[in-house]
């Protein structure tokens, strides 16, 4: 079975820290995902990487930003933690081919007071 | 663009009851369509899946068939569990390394 392990389950940060979310996954796959979560609206992409060093923008990409320096690494950075960024991330993994599902972590819950 | 459209919820049913969740979507080629499930305070688990047009995929006793003429992918189940609580997510893809696209979620609560 594919495990997408984020690194915490729960964070508490104060305003205008740096923020590291950290993913692993151990299937090889070239995709990885960043989701966030919110109620009302649903799952929005942040940024997703296609290969090491290579990354693209979702949808929802002002205020963050990633790295890839290895394969199964995707790390998520919020450059100073705002409020509006209290959310539910999710960390995902695939395989290129569409017709593959992507695999989620269990999400790390955020909180910036 | 791609969107996913799901009914609304939350579904209330009694145990033993059919469920049905619709799902219709709108996307450019041919995508391949998922159902996600996602259990309180987990992350999404993926629930069963389709590639092509009348594949229909199941796991777990529920079902769902992919009707390109409708553009529709509705999860059925024959007789829900309390253990089915949870929000069921439809979401489709296209191309390679593209995200998923997904619908706002249905929430579906089984009572005894």
């Known amino acids: ?113 | 663009g791609n969107s996913v459209t799901q009914m609304e919820g939350p579904v209330t049913l009694s145990e033993e009851a059919f469920l049905t969740i619709n799902c219709t979507y709108t996307a450019t080629g041919y995508p391949s369509l998922f159902w996600y499930v996602q259990y309180p305070g987990e992350g999404l688990q993926l629930l069963l899946k389709a590639t092509k047009a009348d594949d229909k995929g199941s796991n777990k006793g529920f079902e769902a068939t992919y009707r390109k003429e409708t553009t529709s992918f509705h999860l059925e189940k024959g007789s829900v569990q309390v253990s089915d609580s949870a929000v069921y997510f439809c979401a489709l893809r296209t191309g390679t390394a593209s995200k998923l696209t997904f619908g706002t979620g249905t929430r579906l609560q089984v009572t005894l």
């Open chain 1, 1 to 113: 079975d594919v495990k997408v392990t984020q690194s915490s389950r729960y964070l508490v940060k104060r305003t205008g820290e740096k923020v590291f979310l950290e993913c692993v996954q151990d299937m090889d796959h070239e995709n990885m995902f960043w989701y966030r979560q919110d109620p009302g609206l649903g799952l929005r992409l942040i940024y997703f990487s296609y290969d090491v060093k290579m990354k693209e923008k979702g949808d929802i990409p002002e205020g963050y930003s990633v790295s890839r320096e290895k394969k199964e690494r995707f790390s998520l950075i919020l450059e100073s933690a705002s409020t509006n960024q209290t959310s539910m991330y999710l960390c995902a993994s695939s395989l290129v081919s569409y017709n593959s599902p992507l695999h989620f972590g269990n999400g790390t819950r955020l909180t910036v007071t």
